[in-house]
């Protein structure tokens, strides 16, 4: 079956960095695009970025765009979500995710936290 693991969040102060990770299993990971969503407390959740199966595209939610770097690796089955400048409005649970064929998998989701 589909599964997907997300790990790497945590409590960082505002202007850190973390690197979140997500291993895949249950499909074929090198031919499908992958996405990261977050949702903060009291709010929906919300797409924060997108990588094309082969890596070559990616696409951000605006208040992440140049702060937010996602990536994959294909050997691995891995997706990443390297995120830089922290802010508060940044916290969150990260779930990873994958659309198959119309279908919609999620992780458990990683928390991440930003406070001083």
């Known amino acids: 079956q589909v599964t997907l693991v997300e790990s790497g969040g945590g409590l960082v102060q505002p202007g850190e960095s973390l690197r979140l990770s997500c291993r895949a299993s249950?499909?074929?990971?090198?031919?499908?695009?992958m996405n990261w969503y977050r949702q903060a407390p009291g709010k929906e959740r919300e797409f924060v970025a997108q990588?094309?199966?082969?890596?070559?595209?990616?696409d951000y939610e605006n208040s992440v765009q140049g702060r937010f770097t996602i990536s994959r690796d294909n050997r691995k089955n891995m997706v990443y979500l390297q995120m830089n400048n922290l802010i508060p409005e940044d916290t969150a649970v990260y779930y990873c995710?994958?659309?198959?064929?119309?279908?919609?998998?999620w992780g458990k989701g990683t928390l991440v936290t930003v406070s001083l």
């Open positions: 990588v094309s199966w082969n890596g070559r595209t990616t």
């Open positions: 995710n994958v659309d198959l064929n119309g279908d919609h998998y």
């Open positions: 249950g499909f074929t990971f090198s031919i499908n695009d």
